[in-house]
């Protein structure tokens, strides 16, 4: 290991270099549980390129893990497959930095979460939404990503590299569009989302603020990190002193006021309880899962409480 060189020495790719660290690590056997770390590992190297911009294991802190096992518990994964996640990221840092890496608990960050949402969202009440908005008055560009993930259930990469012009189009043509650019995973199929009044407000916004020469809200000479690091998380600092989470919290606010709308009954998370019947309670969360871009119901739970 040379601590002074990209990933300890071990490659210029974060995906890679974790790879090589397992070779070394089981000493080229163990196939199967070599395939298996390293499929964990590259998982988490390509959420942290996304999110954080990082394609360094000697950037990766304690912080990274915890904010990595938190999406996955929030977007509905079991308990036991994010504990093992932090697993795999601890063996991997723990022999690339020969030791010095802090190893953290899996059970102490996956175990006793329950991801069941039993509180509404803060951002879906309208107070709290007028609020947001005002706190990001000095950042436009975040402030209409917050929007757009309010409008239309966006996770924050995907309102960040939304194709605005098509979104525009087709929001003109048919009252909805389709979510495909940041989306998780590299997915492509069609995840079209219906507009709102609220939707239709925030694309406008989002078009009017976008810099000029760009297609999405980045600058044309800025990098998805550059904007991660600058003016959305100056954004999330400001929805953070309102006492609204990040923009996550307008995803799932987006989820219960679609709830509502479809079974014409508040989301569990908001009043305790289920009020609709079984049938339209289902039928509403296949709907909201796809909206949301995920494939399984059960991932509803995190957004709009029990069944």
């Known amino acids: 290991m040379k601590k002074g060189r990209r990933n300890f020495g071990y490659g210029r790719r974060i ?15 163990h196939f199967l549980t070599q395939t298996t770390l390293s499929g964990r590992w ?21 912080a990274c ?8 518990l929030q977007d509905g994964l079991a ?24 190893t953290l608990s899996p059970s102490a960050i996956a175990g006793p979460r329950d991801t069941v949402r039993r509180e509404a969202p803060a951002s879906l009440a309208a107070d709290a939404d007028r609020a ?22 966006m996770r924050s990469r995907e309102a960040s590299l939304a194709d605005l012009d098509r979104l525009a189009r087709e929001a003109d043509l048919w009252g909805a569009v389709n979510i495909q650019e940041g989306a998780k995973g590299g997915r492509t199929a069609p995840r079209w989302v219906p507009l709102t009044e609220h939707g239709h407000a ?28 600058q003016e959305l998380r100056r954004g999330r ?17 987006y989820a219960c006021a679609r709830y509502a709308q479809l079974v014409g009954h508040p989301a569990p998370a908001v009043i305790g309880e289920r009020r609709a019947g ?30």
């Open 15 to 29: 995906d890679y270099a974790g790879r090589q660290v397992l070779r070394e690590y089981l000493g080229g056997g």
């Open 42 to 62: 590259g998982q988490f190297a390509r959420w942290l390129r996304a999110e954080c911009g990082i394609n360094d294991m000697r950037n990766i802190t304690p």
């Open 65 to 72: 893990v915890h904010a990595y096992a938190d999406e996955r």
């Open 79 to 102: 308990q036991s497959t994010v504990g093992n996640d932090v697993s795999a990221a601890n063996v991997v840092l723990n022999h690339a930095t020969r030791g010095h890496w802090p």
């Open 132 to 153: 947001a908005r005002a706190a990001l008055v000095a950042e436009p560009r975040a402030a209409v990503l917050y929007s757009l993930c309010r409008g239309s259930g």
């Open 202 to 229: 925030a694309l406008a916004a989002a078009l009017a603020a976008r810099p000029a020469g760009s297609y999405n809200l980045l600058h044309p000479d800025e990098t998805y990190r550059q904007w991660c690091n």
């Open 237 to 253: 600092h400001a929805l953070h002193a309102v006492g609204i989470r990040g923009y996550h919290d307008a995803r799932a606010a």
């Open 278 to 307: 079984k049938a339209a309670d289902r039928a509403a969360r296949w709907v909201i899962a796809s909206e949301l871009g995920h494939g399984r119901t059960d991932v509803t739970l995190s957004y709009v409480g029990r069944a």
